[in-house]
């Protein structure tokens, strides 16, 4: 295998992992459904139904609502990224330096709207669109690994139609198709010493986009007025992404490629429990399981296999609070345990470990038709040790060893009214 071919692989395989890892919100998680979800840390909100939100977990829950209603808003998420205790290593130059850096976050913003409408008693339909993911990274040029660290910048949309039939009193099903797009661009420098000797600080510059189609299927099961359950399952489809990749010149072609990586998605699905307990208070719960393990090659259609992982399934525990205040305040919180997807493969540029919510929301109720909710979330991360390496033609060019560790920041605010 030339140079050339064996770079383009092994950016491409680069590129499109990080697109896979944030497009469906598993190398980084971020959820972005809702203000009143995030102020609970998402607790009980397959099943919770307070607004028409409810149907990016749940078409079930449509079967709750018995006026047409419509929920638009939107969630900043800036994360905090730090790269500590690093040396990186030219093996090209035989140098080695210091490579802490801090501040390789970013801030981005995800829109979302539903609408719910009630046809009867028995059935319902609605739509939706919201973002999966909405993040990015970027480490300045200068930053002395700058080949781990370039920038990343990657979105995923979700467009999607529900229905919702009550079988009786207590049980009710729902189901749902959904129009997924995701785009990433994807930029990484090369070291000083490949870039003196090819003439060209560019190692690659990637743009990839795709669409696919996936379907959800839901319950809820209504034990009375005050205690219900839901429980919801969304397959996720794999994502074919076109990429053009603008890549080094180690041999006499020189310019950009095209190729067709298929994503392998993972599917996952979640159940949740809301119990009020008096006119004041009730609790609300979750678990969600991610079928991350299904996530084991990346294949594209010219370059064949790029790279072989063996990720984990991941998990979601989550638990929270209302607390009816009066007629015009609600106030909730809640907390989430959420584990990593990735096992050995770990990545400065999107640093991923277990992390905990710590999360409050508020609505304040304009009149008995319309709301207004603001949702905040404090996520935490762990240090992760973080060794990686880049191959030139089989031989080692550069490594970076060092500890990670990303925190974010979640706020969100939304406008809910009912018909």
Do not use: C
Not at 12 to 32: H, P
Not at 112 to 140: C, D, H, M, Q, R
Not at 181 to 200: D, H, I, M, Q, V
Not at 216 to 240: A, C, K, M, Q
Request: aromatic share 14%; net charge negative; hydrophobic share 35%.
């Amino acid at each position: 295998m030339n140079k050339t071919r064996l770079f383009q692989k092994t950016l491409l395989a680069v590129a499109v992992s990080v697109t896979a890892q944030q497009s469906f919100a598993a190398g980084f998680q971020l959820n972005a459904q809702s203000a009143t979800g995030l102020g609970r840390a998402f607790a009980g909100d397959a099943v919770i139904a307070d607004n028409a939100s409810v149907i990016a977990k749940n078409p079930a829950a449509m079967s709750l609502f018995d006026d047409v209603s419509l929920s638009l808003g939107f969630e900043t998420i800036t994360t905090l990224i730090d790269v500590k205790d690093a040396t990186y290593t030219n093996k090209l130059a035989a140098q080695s330096e210091n490579a802490d850096y801090s501040g390789a976050g970013d801030t981005s913003v995800a829109p979302n709207f539903y609408l719910v409408v009630p046809v009867n008693e028995k059935f319902a339909w609605g739509i939706n669109a919201y973002s999966n993911f909405g993040t990015k990274t970027e480490f300045n040029d200068n930053y002395t690994g700058h080949e781990f660290g370039g920038s990343t910048d990657v979105k995923s949309f979700n467009f999607g139609v529900v229905g919702s039939y009550r079988i009786n009193q207590e049980w009710s099903l729902g189901a749902g198709l959904d129009l997924i797009y995701g785009k990433g661009k994807f930029r990484r420098p090369l070291n000083s010493t490949e870039a003196s000797l090819l003439g060209t600080n560019v190692g690659t510059d990637l743009n990839a986009d795709g669409w696919a189609l996936g379907y959800n299927l839901g319950t809820v099961y209504e034990y009375n007025e005050n205690n219900r359950f839901g429980l919801d399952y969304h397959y996720s489809p794999d994502i074919n992404a076109d990429g053009d990749v603008s890549y080094a010149k180690y041999s006499a072609a020189s310019g950009s490629i095209s190729d067709t990586v298929v994503m392998p998605l993972p599917d996952f699905a979640e159940f949740s429990g809301y119990h009020r307990l008096n006119d004041s208070y009730a609790i609300h719960y979750s678990i969600q399981w991610i079928k991350w393990s299904e996530f084991d090659v990346l294949a594209a259609d010219t370059s064949g296999i790029i790279n072989e992982y063996q990720w984990k399934d991941g998990w979601h525990y989550s638990l929270g609070g209302t607390y009816f205040l009066n007629p015009t305040w609600t106030l909730r919180a809640g907390y989430m345990y959420d584990t990593s997807a990735q096992d050995n493969t770990r990545s400065i540029s999107v640093p991923d470990s277990d992390r905990q919510w710590l999360s409050a929301g508020v609505t304040y109720h304009l009149d008995e038709k319309s709301n207004v909710d603001f949702g905040f979330t404090y996520l935490i991360g762990k240090d992760v040790s973080v060794s990686e390496s880049t191959t030139v033609s089989g031989t080692e060019a550069a490594t970076i060893q060092g500890t990670t560790h990303a925190d974010a920041v979640l706020m969100a605010l939304q406008y809910s009214r009912s018909f």
